[in-house]
């Protein structure tokens, strides 16, 4: 597995590991009727996100020449997206792209990594020593949605906190 800085190149890829992801994966735990208010396929251009990829610090992961996954990490230490194709899943990818993330945000020195966790995301994020500090309802196109502002806290040098593996 290599993770490397995203490219344009990797719009559509990118952008069926989120559709794949939320429309296979996140179907556990949510309805149909939220999968379709979150994912919104027939919405979604490749343009568009190709230019709020390159807005933020996004990263992929690739197997081979395939990309298995990708996350983004604000400078304030916010994680946006962190999404893994459902083939790839259980193969270590969203650990090796939170790792990645954990050790650029200590070199910048932020104070903390926070997201906002699906049902879906929330037990991969606590297994890394992430807390739940709220259960959020936010409505995406008139549909109520559950999520978790989840926050890590970051130590720089000695005791330097780091996700479990």
């Known amino acids: 597995m290599e993770i490397r800085p995203y490219a344009e190149t990797d719009a559509?890829?990118?952008?069926?590991?989120?559709?794949?992801?939320?429309?296979?994966?996140?179907?556990?735990h949510y309805s149909a009727e939220q999968i379709a208010a979150w994912a919104r396929p027939a919405e979604r251009d490749v343009n568009q996100w190709n230019l709020a990829r390159t807005s933020l610090?996004?990263?992929?992961?690739?197997?081979?020449?395939?990309?298995?996954?990708?996350?983004?990490?604000?400078?304030?230490?916010?994680?946006?997206?962190?999404?893994?194709?459902?083939?790839?899943g259980r193969r270590g990818v969203a650990g090796?792209?939170?790792?990645?993330?954990?050790?650029?945000?200590?070199m910048a020195g932020t104070s903390e990594l926070y997201t906002n966790a699906s049902i879906t995301a929330r037990p991969f994020f606590e297994r890394h020593g992430f807390t739940v500090v709220a259960e959020q309802h936010p409505v995406t196109l008139g549909v109520e949605m559950t999520n978790y502002k989840m926050t890590l806290p970051l130590q720089n040098g000695q005791g330097t906190t780091t996700p479990n593996p």
């Open 57 to 88: 610090n996004t990263y992929v992961a690739t197997i081979g020449f395939e990309v298995a996954g990708f996350a983004d990490l604000g400078d304030d230490g916010y994680i946006d997206m962190m999404f893994v194709a459902p083939r790839f």
């Open 96 to 106: 090796a792209l939170l790792t990645h993330l954990h050790g650029i945000a200590l």
């Open 12 to 28: 559509p890829a990118t952008l069926s590991v989120f559709l794949a992801a939320v429309m296979e994966t996140a179907a556990v």
